[in-house]
């Protein structure tokens, strides 16, 4: 379960203003990717926060709520379909991490990344390996990040129906796939995901 071990480390080397950082949407073939970034309360536990791809739809729109609520400062950002494919997924990810940093009312003086890779931040910055299941911060900012990614698929759905998003999120299935192979991509598709229609051809 995540708790707060590695912001007290952190607060022992003088940092006042910790914030978890992570992103929902790496893997989908269309929509955004979306990056939140949080500050909870020192020592704050939030009944049942945990890594957002452990809980339920229903307790992560839940926790949503009390999120917002009980957080110092929270921001949420996202890179778009078209700034993923000029860059690449990476880049892309660690752009919408950089804007939801900058995004909070209250600075953050250290940002702590769910992750392998930290660089380029406004900030100092360590990336946590499965940080959303160690950091209540990161934790925080995955639930953040996860349902208002959903909520956006949600949208897409309904402006895009032949692909039925709002089932699989834009991730690959066999039903996403076959529409793509049926209707062809839409806008919101990322070119670089979906080379296999070319590849078919």
Do not use: W
């Amino acid at each position: 379960m995540p708790d707060y071990s590695i912001e007290n480390e952190l607060a022992q080397k003088g940092y006042t203003s910790i914030c978890g950082v992570d992103e929902a949407g790496r893997g989908p073939l269309c929509g955004p990717v979306v990056a939140a970034a949080c500050i909870l309360p020192d020592g704050l536990v939030i009944e049942g926060l945990n890594d957002s791809k452990k809980l339920t739809e229903k307790k992560r729109e839940a926790l949503f709520d009390v999120i917002c609520e009980s957080a110092i400062a929270y921001s949420i950002a996202e890179a778009s379909v078209e700034e993923i494919d000029r860059m690449n997924i990476l880049e892309a990810d660690l752009l919408a991490m950089r804007r939801a940093i900058d995004g909070l009312s209250v600075k953050a003086d250290f940002a702590i990344i769910d992750g392998n890779i930290a660089r380029d931040f406004q900030i100092p910055a360590m990336a946590v390996v499965k940080g959303d299941a160690r950091s209540m911060n990161i934790a925080a900012a995955s639930i953040l990040a996860k349902v208002t990614r959903d909520r956006m698929c949600i949208d897409l759905d309904a402006q895009y129906p032949e692909y039925e998003i709002a089932k699989h999120k834009g991730y690959g299935t066999k039903a996403h796939m076959d529409a793509l192979r049926k209707y062809g991509p839409s806008p919101i598709h990322r070119k670089k995901f979906i080379r296999f229609l070319d590849e078919e051809k």
